[in-house]
Nanobody
Framework: QVQLQESGPGLVKPSETISLTCSVS??????????WTWIRQPAGKGLEWMAD???????LYDPSLRSHIHISRDTTRNQFFLQLTNVTPEDTAVYYC?????WGQGTQVTVSS
């Protein structure tokens, strides 16, 4: 049973840089062929895939977000991260980490002045 737990800053101001953490238990993030994903959902909208970091550290981004986000990991802590730069109110959403059919509970990020 894989468990994922997101954490993040909650309420932030526009133009800030924020970092989200996904803490993983029940599987190693270096397990072959696993794709570790960040997905977000703005209120009233659908799920938006943002980025993957694979078991070997390779990354894949939504091209429309590529200049705005960075995905990384810490294999010693079994965590992976999402950094968003220069956030705007359009980044307000619930952010989820995911692998296969396992999901975290999500963390709300609200961008407001």
């Amino acid at each position: 049973q894989v468990q994922l737990q997101e954490s993040g800053p909650g309420l932030v101001k526009p133009s800030e840089t924020i970092s989200l953490t996904c803490s993983v238990s029940g599987a190693s993030i270096t397990t072959p062929y696993y794709h570790w994903t960040w997905i977000r959902q703005p209120a009233g909208k659908g799920l938006e895939w943002m980025a993957d970091i694979d078991y070997d550290g390779s990354t894949l981004y939504d091209p429309s977000l590529r200049s705005h986000i960075h995905i990384s990991r810490d294999t010693t802590r079994n965590q992976f991260f999402l950094q968003l730069t220069n956030v705007t109110p359009e980044d307000t959403a619930v952010y989820y980490c995911n692998v296969g059919h396992y999901w975290g509970q999500g963390t709300q990020v609200t961008v407001s002045s």
